[in-house]
Nanobody
Framework: QVQLVESGGGLVQPGGSLRLSCAAS????????MGWYRQAPGKQRELVAA???????NYADSVKGRFTISRDNTKNTVYLQMSSLKPGDTAVYYC?????????WGQGTQVTVSS
């Protein structure tokens, strides 16, 4: 049974930081490309950041220079370090694992940026 469990969301003031974690089980984590997506109310889900099995990363333009994605294959965990948070970053953040035709999603964690 595959599980992706996100944690680390919450309420933060503008300019603050949060680190999201996604712990995976039931998959060979090291071969999966991992990603963080987000969905704000009334909007489509969008890619925030991704990291390949080889460690290459890419980011949405809106978060470049503020967010950093990383992975620890020894812990089967992918992270999203978020800094200089803005109200526009408010959304439910989802973890994604993809390898060929196998795609899995976590349940999401809420991030709210507000004063």
């Amino acid at each position: 049974q595959v599980q992706l469990v996100e944690s680390g969301g919450g309420l933060v003031q503008p300019g603050g930081s949060l680190r999201l974690s996604c712990a995976a089980s039931g998959i060979i984590f090291s071969i999966y490309n991992m990603g963080w997506y987000r969905q704000a109310p009334g909007k489509q889900r969008e890619l925030v950041a991704a990291i390949t099995s080889g460690g290459s990363t890419n980011y949405a333009d809106s978060v470049k220079g503020r967010f950093t994605i990383s992975r620890d294959n020894t812990k089967n965990t992918v992270y999203l370090q978020m800094s200089s948070l803005k109200p526009g970053d408010t959304a439910v953040y989802y973890c994604n694992a993809a390898y060929r035709s196998s795609i899995y999603w976590g349940q999401g964690t809420q991030v709210t940026v507000s004063s």
